[in-house]
């Protein structure tokens, strides 16, 4: 059974770029979670959806970033133009959603990003 | 506004030794705790969940245990093993969807 499934894994580009992380979550989960992980503030939640939708994107930093889930099977986070500072850890995450209950979230590798 | 602590920061143990992670939080009205593992240069590995109407949770050499009322969380890892290596990570779920992680617990077993 395939996890969370993210790409590229690494990411060097030049400041000013526009950087695409892409997430193909776990089939049949119905919710879908960017993190951000640096050394400095570990783990942030940038943004959640649900059926597809994005219930919260209070943790995106600024308006540089933006996320999209066209369908089920498939979404991306968007950053442009990039900055030194955007370099971190990026994970997706999904989980099956029942109720109100939370469940186990799937982590996916990550994406190295570096912006120089 | 829900913080999550976790101490030690780091921990080496010698093989075999039973060990406790501790995890702390600020605010009581949680709907569950989890504990994740993190190996380098991976996502998180989720471990063990413990929903707010439960005390504790048991998976193998693993145990859990939740106490919402003085905010606090303990993973225990019976005899440890190299393999148990890695970056344990607290998170509660404060309701909905949000999930607040600590820091993490880098612990570290010797052979």
């Known amino acids: 059974d395939a996890g969370v499934i993210q790409s590229p894994r690494h990411e060097v580009t030049e400041m000013g770029q526009e950087v695409t992380l892409r997430c193909k979550p776990i089939?049949?989960?119905?919710?879908l979670f960017w993190y951000r992980q640096t050394m400095m503030r570990g783990l942030e939640l940038l943004i959640y959806?649900?059926?597809?939708?994005?219930?919260?994107d209070s943790g995106m930093p600024e308006d540089r970033f933006s996320a999209k889930m066209p369908n089920a099977s498939f979404s991306t986070l968007k950053i442009q133009p990039s900055e030194p500072r955007d370099s971190a850890v990026y994970f997706c995450?999904?989980?099956?959603?029942?109720?109100?209950?939370?469940?186990?979230?799937?982590f996916g590798d990550g994406t190295r990003l570096s912006i120089l | 506004k829900q913080e999550v602590t976790q101490i030690p920061a780091a921990l080496s143990v010698p093989e075999g030794e039973n060990l406790v992670l501790n995890c702390s939080f600020t605010d009581s009205a949680i709907y569950n705790l989890q504990w994740f593992r993190q190996d380098p240069g991976k996502g998180l590995t989720s471990l063990l969940l413990i929903q707010s109407s439960q005390r504790e949770q048991t998976s193998g050499r693993l145990n859990a245990s939740l106490d919402k009322s003085s905010g606090r969380s303990t993973l225990y890892i019976a005899a440890s093993q190299p393999g148990d290596s890695a970056t344990y990570l607290c998170?509660?779920?404060?309701?909905?969807?949000?999930?607040?992680f600590g820091a993490g617990t880098r612990l570290f077993v010797k052979a």
């Open positions: 959806f649900n059926n597809n939708v994005p219930i919260d």
């Open positions: 998170a509660v779920g404060p309701g909905g969807f949000k999930t607040i």
């Open positions: 089939s049949g989960h119905n919710s």
């Open positions: 995450a999904s989980s099956p959603h029942h109720g109100t209950a939370n469940q186990p979230q799937h």
